[in-house]
């Protein structure tokens, strides 16, 4: 006897078809829209499941396979690979970090196409999850573009050149901190024994102290346990995120809630860094007189209660925001710029030929006695052309700050989806044979004329260019040029007797810093 099925069990059956049905349509779909839009992105290695080319486009051995062992690249750096790669897929290519589109710009046409000819489309800022968990896309670095960060911007700006940002009035807080520096080199140098001196924790503490004053109205002593803790976990927290397992939490966000390792180490780090700076505010709440502030955070408190006695409610001007725009300042104000100084005594004590000839113009310019000021600058061409060959050779944030596409758009020929994270590749502009001859060797002299005289080039872009270009660069430039030649109009340095010199490749995070290494420091009078 045959059974037949109940009207429950039928119709049951027929929303499964129904169901299956709807979802192989809904792949279907999916999978033609992803192949479509695929099709037109810049072409790039294949990625990896789960984890796209995360595993594999920063590999050098990537390169080998594709050109064999004779690599035209002596650059192994993971940002020597990626400018490798315009070599296979041309000056705009994709990559995928896990399932996120990832598109590398490299060149200068293609980059100042793209951040300045289409500023609105490439000013955002990505929602890169090691980076939004620690500055909750608050600040003026990371945060989105858009009307809040523009205004958090101009204030900022403002206020920072009413307290001497990029002016001359700042000089004397830059050179009393390198007085300092000089008096504790002196002192280091004579305990070493000959062994030679890191100079990294004083240049780091003296650059520090000039945006301290800044924003928190203040400078502090090398020897402030509080402080120097406070520039150890910025730079431990920086060196986490870039350079170890928790890069993994870009691709798994929940990583960073794991118990152990770096990822506990990572969250103690935020909180440490979290305390310091809202002690700072709590400070400066408790003790401001509107009528005389005494930097930004002075001026920001004003401004916030200006707003809330205005009945603003829908003001961004907020505590937290605050917060956030300090370790911004904090970090952006001392990492960049101490290394730009270290890297460029580093190439100094490789080529102790170009450091006598930097000595020499100084002399024969400024004199032994008085100290070097701004106005200067023009009269020692050899020495900025110098100092602009190293960032040039060096580029301290070498693939910019992340960029992101606000809406899709056609760029030189292909689609570049709304939401694709855009990284300005400022390392391939600085090194590209077709702008700059023997583009790895170090030649102060591409930077001067016949006559001698410093020659300005439109592709030297060090610090970014368009909407996003970095608000500290005069600040950057003044401090670079006043701690470089104040420390060589004082000292010879010269790497100790029997030292092999550090690589020059450096180290790989948020910003490209060098290798640690000792120098020997000799008074020159």
Same mark, same amino acid.
């Given at each position: ?63 080998? #396979? ?83 960060? #523009? ?50 924790? @004083? ?63 990572? #969250? ?102 008085? %100290? ?12 900025? %052309? ?18 992101? %596409? ?61 909407? #996003? ?10 401090? @670079? ?45």
């Amino acid at each position: 006897m045959v059974s037949l099925p109940s009207p429950v069990s039928f119709l049951l059956s027929h929303v499964n078809i129904v169901a299956v049905t709807v979802f192989l349509i809904v792949c279907y779909v999916v999978h033609f829209y992803q192949k479509q839009c695929l099709s037109s992105i810049p072409p790039g290695p294949k990625p990896w499941p789960l984890v796209g080319n995360f595993g594999g486009f920063l590999i050098p051995s990537f390169i080998q #396979r594709r050109f064999g062992q004779q690599s035209p690249s002596t650059d192994k750096s993971a940002v020597g690979v990626l400018t490798e790669l315009t070599r296979l897929y041309g000056n705009v290519y994709s990559l995928f970090v896990g399932s996120q589109l990832v598109v590398v710009l490299n060149g200068y046409e293609v980059i100042r196409d793209a951040l300045s000819n289409h500023p609105e489309v490439f000013s955002d800022r990505p929602d890169i999850p090691a980076i939004s968990i620690m500055t909750k896309r608050k600040g003026i670095v990371f945060a989105p573009y858009g009307p809040v960060w #523009r205004t958090q911007r101009k204030f900022c700006h403002t206020t920072l050149r009413n307290f001497g940002l990029g002016k001359l009035s700042l000089e004397p807080c830059i050179l009393q901190g390198l007085d300092s520096v000089k008096t504790e080199l002196l002192r280091l140098n004579e305990e070493s024994g000959g062994a030679g001196v890191d100079l990294a924790p @004083l240049i780091t503490h003296a650059v520090s102290n000039v945006i301290c004053s800044l924003i928190l109205g203040q400078r502090f002593h090398h020897e402030d346990r509080e402080f120097r803790s406070m520039l150890d976990l910025m730079d431990r927290g920086l060196e986490i995120c870039v350079n170890s397992p928790a890069v993994l939490i870009n691709v798994f966000p929940l990583f960073y809630y794991l118990p152990f390792g770096v990822f506990k180490e990572l #969250r103690q780090v935020e909180r440490d860094i979290t305390l310091f700076l809202k002690r700072f505010i709590a400070r400066h709440r408790e003790t401001l007189d509107p009528e005389n502030p005494r930097d930004l955070t002075d001026m920001y408190l004003k401004e916030l209660s200006a707003q809330h006695a205005a009945g603003n409610v829908d003001s961004s001007f907020t505590e937290d925001y605050l917060f956030y725009i300090i370790g911004d300042l904090f970090i952006a104000g001392t990492d960049t710029t101490a290394n730009s100084v270290l890297w460029v005594l580093l190439y100094l004590v490789i080529h102790p030929d170009i450091q006598d000839k930097v000595q020499a113009e100084i002399d024969e310019v400024v004199g032994t006695h008085r %100290a070097l000021s701004m106005t200067d600058k023009g009269s020692l061409p050899f020495t900025e %052309a110098t100092i602009m060959e190293v960032q040039r050779l060096t580029v301290v944030v070498p693939l910019g700050i992340p960029h992101m %596409a606000s809406e899709t758009t056609e760029f030189r020929g292909y689609t570049i989806p709304k939401g694709t994270v855009v990284l300005p590749n400022l390392w391939s502009v600085h090194r590209d044979p077709t702008v700059w001859d023997d583009p790895d060797t170090f030649n102060p002299a591409r930077f001067l004329d016949d006559e001698g005289k410093l020659m300005r080039k439109e592709f030297f872009i060090p610090f970014g260019i368009g909407r #996003r270009v970095c608000m500290g660069e005069q600040l950057a430039k003044m401090e @670079l040029f006043l701690t470089v030649t104040s420390l060589l109009q004082t000292f010879k340095f010269r790497l100790p007797e029997g030292t092999q010199p550090p690589s020059l490749r450096g180290r790989f995070g948020l910003t490209l810093a060098p290798c640690s290494f000792t120098v020997c420091v000799n008074p020159r009078r």
